[in-house]
C-alpha cells in the first residue's frame, strides 16, 4: 500500500503542473505505474486494484481464491480503469449491468491534484458520475471492486435462430431466465442469428472446447459452424477464463479484414501461422498505427428492444455490415453518464416479468474507401440516431456525440416541459447554461427520455 501511496502521489504532483494540456507529451502526466493488484479480500469478496491492472491478470489472480469480477470484458488487455471510465459491458451485463456497477469505490486524484476517495457514502456525486466519461472528471487511481464465486466451466449453448425478430424475441427471453449466467448473440446474417446462454458450472463434461491456442478455432468461426446447418441447440463445455476471453483471437471478427488487407488466404492454416498478430492486443496496435481506422465504422449503440429491427434493416442498407453483436445489459439507474432509454421503455414485461434492459449493438466493419466518405456515413448513423422527428422522437435512440455543435443544435429542439414529465426535476437542476460543456452534457443525457422513441 505505501508503494501504492507513493505512486498517486507523484501522479497528482504531475497533474498539478501539466495544465493547461501541455504541448510536449514528456510533460504528460505518468500513470504506467498504477497496475497492481492490492489485496484481495476472501471474506468481503472484494478486489482492490490499480487502474492499468489488465482483465486476464485481474482474473488469474481472483481465480486462485476461487472468485472472479461479475463483468469481464472480453479482450484481457482491457483494463480495470478503461472498464470503469469507458462503459464497458459483457455478456453477464444482462444480470449485472456495466461493469462499473460493481465497483464500490474509487481513488482518484481530480484536475487541481487534490486526492480523493469516492463512493456511495463519500462524494457520491463524483462516485456516480466518474463512471463512463473517460476520466474527464479525474484520474482513477485505485478501484474498490465486488467479486462473486467462480465455477470451473461454463455450460454454453448455441441457439440458432432464422431471423431477426426471433433472435431478438429470444434473447430477452433468456434475459430473464434467472438460471443464466451469461447471454449475448450474434446476428451472422438477417436468416441466421445466434442467441449463447451460459452457466457457470463445476460439472465435469469430459472434453472441453477452447479457443486461445493457435489451434483452436475463432469463437465466431466455431459458433457459425455449429449452427449453420442445424435449427437444435448446440452445447458444449468451456473453461471460465477460455470463455471469458472467447472473442480475443480475431477480435470477435474484425481481425478478418487484415488478412484483405494483406491479399492472405483467411483459412485455418494462415490463421494458424499468423496467430501471434490476431490477438487483441496486437490487432489493435496495428489498427492504431495504420490508416485503415480513418475508414473503419467502430460503433456500440444502445437501443430500446423495439427498435433492434428497424435499425439493422437501416445498417443492412447503408453498412452491409456482418456480422453484429447483440449484448443485452441491465441499465444503470440515474444520476449516470452511461446510456440510458426513456423511462417508458425502461419496464419491458418479458413472459410476465418485468426486466429494465437495452440492447447493445456493435457495428464493427469496413467502411468506404474513401476517408470522406467513411466519415460521412459514420455521421449519418450518428444524426439518425440522435435526430428527433415532429413528434419528439429519435429514430432508433441515442448515442453521444462528440462534436460541441451537436448539443447546441439538439438543445434548440429540446421541449423542456416533456423531458420533465418523464424524467422529473433532475432535468431542472441541469439545464444547459449559455455555456459550459458539463452542464451541456448532464443535461443531454438527463433528458435522454424525451429525444429516444417511446
Not at 483471437?249 to 483459412?267: E, K, L, M, T
Request: charged share 20%; proline share 5%; aromatic share 12%.
Amino acid at each position: 500500500m505505501n508503494t501504492h501511496r507513493q505512486a498517486v502521489s507523484k501522479v497528482a504532483t504531475s497533474v498539478k503542473h501539466t495544465r493547461p494540456r501541455p504541448a510536449n507529451p514528456a510533460d504528460s502526466v505518468d500513470i504506467s505505474s498504477l497496475s497492481n493488484i492490492i489485496k484481495i479480500d476472501t471474506t468481503s469478496r472484494r478486489a482492490f486494484v490499480e487502474p492499468n491492472v489488465s482483465m486476464d491478470h485481474l482474473v488469474a489472480s481472483t481465480l486462485r481464491h476461487g472468485l472472479i469480477p461479475p463483468v469481464v470484458m472480453e479482450f484481457p488487455g482491457i483494463t480495470v480503469g478503461g472498464a470503469f471510465a469507458g462503459t464497458a459491458g459483457e455478456s453477464s451485463s444482462f444480470k449485472y449491468g456495466l461493469f462499473d456497477k460493481s465497483v464500490k469505490s474509487v481513488g482518484m486524484v481530480l484536475a487541481d491534484g487534490e486526492v480523493i476517495q469516492a463512493s456511495e457514502e463519500f462524494n457520491p456525486d463524483l462516485f456516480y458520475g466518474a463512471a463512463g466519461t473517460l476520466g474527464t472528471l479525474g484520474l482513477v487511481t485505485m478501484v474498490e471492486l465486488e467479486l462473486i464465486e467462480a465455477k470451473k466451466f461454463v455450460k454454453t449453448t448455441y441457439h440458432s435462430r432464422t431471423s431477426i425478430k426471433s433472435t431478438i424475441e429470444l434473447i430477452q427471453k433468456e434475459s430473464a431466465n434467472v438460471s443464466n449466467d451469461y447471454v449475448d448473440g450474434i446476428l451472422f446474417s438477417k436468416d441466421h442469428g445466434v442467441v449463447i446462454t451460459g452457466e457457470m458450472t463445476e460439472e465435469n463434461p469430459g472434453p472441453t472446447q477452447g479457443f486461445s491456442r493457435s489451434t483452436d478455432p475463432w469463437f465466431y468461426l466455431h459458433v457459425q459452424e455449429k449452427t449453420q446447418s442445424s435449427s437444435s441447440s448446440v452445447t458444449e463445455f468451456i473453461p471460465l477464463p477460455e470463455y471469458f476471453f472467447r472473442y480475443d483471437r480475431g477480435g470477435f471478427w474484425v481481425g478478418r479484414s487484415a488478412f484483405d488487407y494483406f491479399g492472405a488466404p483467411f483459412n485455418k492454416l494462415t490463421r494458424k501461422f499468423l496467430d501471434d498478430f490476431i490477438h487483441t492486443r496486437m490487432l489493435y496496435e496495428a489498427l492504431h498505427a495504420s490508416t485503415e481506422s480513418s475508414r473503419y465504422i467502430v460503433q456500440d449503440l444502445a437501443l430500446p428492444y423495439s427498435t433492434v429491427e428497424a435499425f439493422i434493416d437501416y445498417t443492412t442498407k447503408s453498412f452491409d455490415i456482418w456480422p453484429l453483436w447483440l449484448c443485452p445489459i441491465q441499465q444503470t439507474q440515474s444520476p449516470t453518464f452511461n446510456p440510458r432509454i426513456a423511462p417508458a421503455q425502461q419496464q419491458q414485461q418479458v413472459d410476465g416479468k418485468t426486466t429494465s434492459q437495452f440492447i447493445n449493438i456493435g457495428l464493427w466493419g469496413s467502411g468506404p474507401q474513401d476517408r470522406a466518405a467513411c466519415m460521412v456515413l459514420n455521421r449519418d448513423l450518428t444524426d439518425r440516431t440522435i435526430l428527433t422527428d415532429a413528434d419528439g422522437d429519435a429514430k432508433f435512440a441515442f448515442i453521444l456525440s462528440t462534436r460541441f455543435d451537436d448539443y447546441l443544435s439538439l438543445w434548440r429542439g429540446v421541449d423542456w416541459q416533456k423531458c420533465e414529465e418523464y424524467v422529473g426535476d433532475s432535468v431542472v437542476m441541469f439545464r444547459p447554461a449559455s455555456s459550459g460543456y458539463l452542464d451541456i452534457t448532464y443535461g443531454y443525457l438527463n433528458a435522454v427520455g424525451c429525444i429516444v422513441e417511446r
